[in-house]
């Protein structure tokens, strides 16, 4: 069964660069989506960004001028990277896969375990 | 960006019970909605899309609908392993946005 593995340095110091690492096991990495979610400890859900395996990109506006995210299709690998970090992005990141369908459907399906990632000052 | 709103932000409830969740969208998305379960320090779990369509293995209890800006979340009975937050996600334009979620908790 396909596996989301995600990794990354967990403690960062303000204006560093976040990066962490997602690994696609067991299953086809080109068809779909691989989406960037954070939730930042006891609050919601906030959509990062995407790729797919020929490296088109879409992202959060919000986040956009900070945020770059990358593919590695060789490895079934894709990136997130977040410069210029602040206390306001400590979060629990997650990557998942984001399926789509022939009627336009585009879930969510499979996520990683998440990795904690706090920013000091 | 489509801005969601879900009822409420919390609520009690006792197994067996019947729940309702709603979610709003501030412009109309289709039915391009999906809900997902989160259990504490875990990872969301896609419960339904389509706004009513159940995702594969997730129990029959569960049920969605509504289309253009309103939908809805039911638990038809209750379980144990459904005291968790819930968030409804459209994905009917970038970018994709969540509710802010609601907690079950129990009664």
Known sequence: QVQLQQWGAGLLKSSETLSLTCAVYGGSFSGYYWSWIRQPPGQGLEWIGEINHSGSTNYNPSLKSRVTISVETSKNQFSLKVSSVTAADTAVYYCARDYGDYSGNWYLDLWGRGTLVTVSS | ?107
Request: aromatic share 14%.
């Open chain 2, 1 to 107: 960006a489509i801005r969601m709103t879900q009822s409420p932000a919390s609520f009690s409830a006792s197994t067996g019970d019947r729940v309702t969740i709603t979610c709003r969208a501030s412009q109309g998305i289709s039915s391009y909605l999906a809900w997902y379960q989160q259990r504490p320090g875990k990872a969301p779990k896609l419960l339904i899309y389509a706004a009513s369509t159940l995702q594969s293995g997730v129990p029959s209890r569960f049920s969605g609908s509504g289309s253009g800006t309103d939908f809805t979340l039911t638990i038809s009975c209750l379980q144990s392993e459904d005291f968790a937050t819930y968030y409804c996600q459209q994905y009917y334009s970038y970018p994709r946005t969540f509710g802010q979620g609601t907690k079950v908790e129990i009664k």
